[in-house]
């Protein structure tokens, strides 16, 4: 096992996944952002902040809940995708 977060590369997709929400995100309008934005940038954020936290516990127990919580934040965020696609805030590209 690494020593190091950067490392694993599930780490490094979902820190570049939440760097391309918030870049999305900062582009809508302040009624958007406030609603849907905040909360799809907080759950897409979330995913590597809890992987990371677990990965710092050194504890396999420990580890493991904090993956259960990312896992939670990864459907949440797929919850916002869905909302953000049918109000024609992201198209099927994006």
Do not use: P
Not at 7 to 16: H, K, M
Not at 38 to 50: L, P, V
Not at 51 to 73: L, P, Q, V
Request: glycine residues 6%; aromatic residues 18%.
């Amino acid at each position: 096992m690494s020593n190091r977060i950067e490392d694993l590369e599930v780490y490094t997709l979902s820190e570049a996944f939440g760097d391309e929400v918030w870049f999305l995100v900062a582009t809508w309008d302040y009624f958007t952002k406030d609603t849907v934005g905040k909360q799809f940038t907080r759950s897409s954020d979330s995913i590597s902040a809890n992987i990371a936290e677990g990965f710092g516990r050194y504890h396999y127990k420990e580890n493991k809940n904090f993956c259960y919580f990312s896992r939670g934040s990864v459907i949440e965020t797929k919850s916002w995708l869905k909302k953000s696609y049918t109000r024609k805030l992201i198209t099927e590209d994006q």
